[in-house]
């Protein structure tokens, strides 16, 4: 089964930009979508981006304009490139298929959104 792993994360101010990265492992990654989740303390995990083989991404209302991901599918590696970041951005952060089907979640990546 391919497991994933999410790095990148740290402390960062407002307004100022991490990229995150989700290497997948064994087989690389599945051929449907990819997607981007967070959660943050007392609240349920929520989906942030997803993108797919083709290049298509969409975004949550949350992360449009601010976010980007992308793919090197050589690297067998996912990115989400955070712009304009807020401390409501602060949670942990996971990728997984899009959608998901196996409720398997990784470590995730601490982000976290302070002055």
């Known amino acids: 089964q391919v497991q994933f792993v999410e790095s990148g994360g740290g402390l960062v101010q407002p307004g100022g930009s991490l990229r995150l990265s989700c290497a997948a492992s064994q087989s690389g990654f599945p051929p449907g979508g990819m997607g981007w989740y967070r959660q943050a303390p007392g609240k349920q995990r929520e989906w942030v981006a997803r993108?797919?083989?083709?290049?298509?991404?969409y975004y949550a209302d949350s992360a449009e304009g601010r976010f980007t991901v992308s793919r090197d599918n050589a690297k067998n590696t996912m990115y989400l490139q955070m712009n304009s970041l807020k401390p409501e951005d602060t949670a942990v952060y996971y990728c997984?298929?899009?959608?998901?089907?196996?409720?398997?979640w990784g470590q995730g990546t601490q982000v976290t959104v302070s002055s």
């Open positions: 993108s797919y083989p083709t290049g298509e991404a």
């Open positions: 997984n298929r899009a959608p998901v089907i196996d409720d398997s």
